[in-house]
């Protein structure tokens, strides 16, 4: 073993296995082209995307949590030789370790339990937003995608729902029209299609956060919506999270305010319900009573859980607040407020955009990581894993 430390890197994850000799070779050369550029922040960023503390850091990579600390704080820099064992446990070139400047984020994560979301799962949240805008800014630059989705109408944040109701339900009608779906039509299941037809970039990460079942940010132009894709995920909630996160873009983007807060997200809540659910078409179907064959048989015609649909009732005075107070006690003794009768005959939709690109640009994984200055893992967890496709041919 050389002096510089194991061959082995981690990228995000201890499970990633040894690279090859040829993968790594001229990473010192590489180390000493970027020591007199390196950049403390990026070295952060690296890090925090991966949900990773300094000390963790510096003992998996072979060197000081002294020299980790002061070089992410600007005081020092990294010597040549630490940057290439830190690339290598990072999995990454030298150069992610080098001076350059990132995106801004025009409008900061979202996150619906923001108290139950640990300041470092939200770092890497955040993290994880601007590598994936990254990476769709050098898939934009080889395939032509749609012009990113801009429309808001914007709502005071500080308002309680109850004051800004009608105004809600207005920006979820102006927002169909603006992604040219129907007034008073079901979505069902395209909605992940039509928001990335829209300008809307959505991708499903596995990692997120077991608090976190959705969020949105703007980096730059680019809106983008980040699904959680653990196994816990069900397609009737990833309706409503996709809902609820396009309000937070239409309603709240580029206003000041505090993510996470009950009146912002009260308004997404109902953004959510009046989107999936148009008031003039839902009034007419939902049950002035709690049955629930009739709530099971319009959740699989509207895309939305039974759950959001008591809800909806109860927003548009279908029914009143003693029946839906009922109606989630029931919920609870069946069981329902994890998992709902059909919530799990449909599959996940897929995002499709980001591989699709990939394919059409005809970049490869390797190539792509070394062009966003990321982990080959944090690329896949971006674009999906590509599956081989099925090709079916008549025997001779």
Not at 37 to 59: D, I, K
Not at 222 to 245: C, K, M, Q, T
Not at 295 to 310: N, P, T
Request: aromatic fraction near 6%; hydrophobic fraction near 40%; proline fraction near 6%.
């Amino acid at each position: 073993m050389s002096d510089d430390g194991p061959e082995a890197g981690v990228g995000c994850e201890d499970k990633l296995t040894v690279r090859s000799e040829t993968r790594i070779e001229g990473v010192e050369a590489a180390a000493r082209r970027v020591a007199p550029v390196f950049s403390g922040p990026r070295l952060v960023a690296l890090r925090e995307l991966c949900g990773m503390t300094q000390a963790a850091v510096a003992g998996e990579a072979g060197i000081t949590a002294s020299a980790l600390s002061q070089a992410e704080r600007g005081h020092t820099a990294l010597s040549a030789r630490n940057i290439a064992k830190v690339a290598r446990f990072f999995q990454v070139t030298p150069d992610a370790l080098a001076e350059r400047r990132e995106a801004d984020l025009e409008m900061k994560p979202q996150f619906r339990h923001l108290r139950r979301t640990s300041v470092r799962e939200q770092r890497k949240a955040e993290r994880f937003v601007l590598a994936t805008a990254r990476v769709a800014a050098i898939l934009r630059d080889r395939v032509e995608f749609p012009e990113p989705f801009t429309f808001t109408h914007p709502i005071n944040p500080l308002f309680g729902i109850q004051d800004v109701a009608e105004e809600v339900e207005r920006a979820a009608e102006l927002t169909r029209s603006e992604l040219g779906l129907p007034r008073n039509e079901p979505i069902g299941s395209r909605l992940i299609g039509q928001l990335e037809a829209g300008g809307v970039t959505v991708v499903r990460d596995p990692e997120t956060d077991r608090d976190i079942d959705a969020y949105s940010a703007v980096v730059g132009r680019l809106p983008v919506i980040v699904l959680d894709g653990g196994e816990g995920s069900v397609w009737d909630r990833d309706n409503f999270n996709l809902a609820h996160e396009l309000g937070h873009l239409v309603m709240h983007r580029g206003i000041a305010h505090t993510p996470g807060t009950r009146t912002v997200e009260a308004q997404a809540h109902r953004f959510a319900g009046a989107f999936l659910g148009p008031a003039e078409a839902l009034r007419k179907v939902l049950p002035r009573r709690l049955d629930w064959n009739r709530y099971l048989e319009l959740k699989r015609e509207w895309g939305m859980s039974m759950a959001a649909l008591i809800r909806r009732a109860k927003d548009l005075g279908v029914i009143n607040d003693a029946m839906y107070t009922r109606a989630m006690k029931q919920q609870s003794s069946y069981g329902w407020r994890k998992v709902e009768p059909g919530s799990t005959d449909r599959l996940l939709p897929v995002p499709r955009f980001m591989p699709h690109a990939m394919s059409r640009a005809e970049i490869s994984t390797p190539h792509l990581s070394k062009r966003a200055h990321l982990p080959e893992d944090v690329v896949l967890r971006i674009v999906g894993e590509r599956k081989p496709s099925l090709t079916v041919g008549l025997a001779s």
